[in-house]
């Protein structure tokens, strides 16, 4: 299940920024695809947004087709300057932080 985050500059952005991640997993004839924006904080990467991850799950009729799929889909997001995360890292769901007030 390949990870990958997208971190720099984007001109369509008010703040000319981006940071999103994507997620592409394939289980048999089924594809699900999770994407959205992201936060870091401490060399861990978090969802951050309500309902987030954006989930996107594809069903073909074939193993073949969905493995055509998956591999275009692994293609765009590297044309996209997306990098890869290292095996083992992932992108957490989204916990609050306690701050201790003074």
Request: net charge positive; with cysteine.
């Amino acid at each position: 299940m390949p990870t990958f985050i997208k971190i720099g500059p984007l001109k369509k952005n008010l703040c000319g920024i981006t940071s999103r991640g994507y997620v592409i997993s394939r289980k048999g004839k089924a594809i699900l695809i999770k994407y959205g924006p992201i936060n870091s904080n401490n060399r861990k990467f978090y969802w951050t947004g309500k309902k987030l991850p954006r989930l996107v799950p594809k069903k073909f009729n074939t193993i073949d087709e969905a493995i055509k799929y998956y591999d275009s889909k692994i293609r765009m997001v590297n044309n996209e300057d997306y990098r890869k995360l290292p095996p083992g890292k992932k992108i957490l769901k989204f916990k609050k932080v306690h701050t201790k007030e003074i």
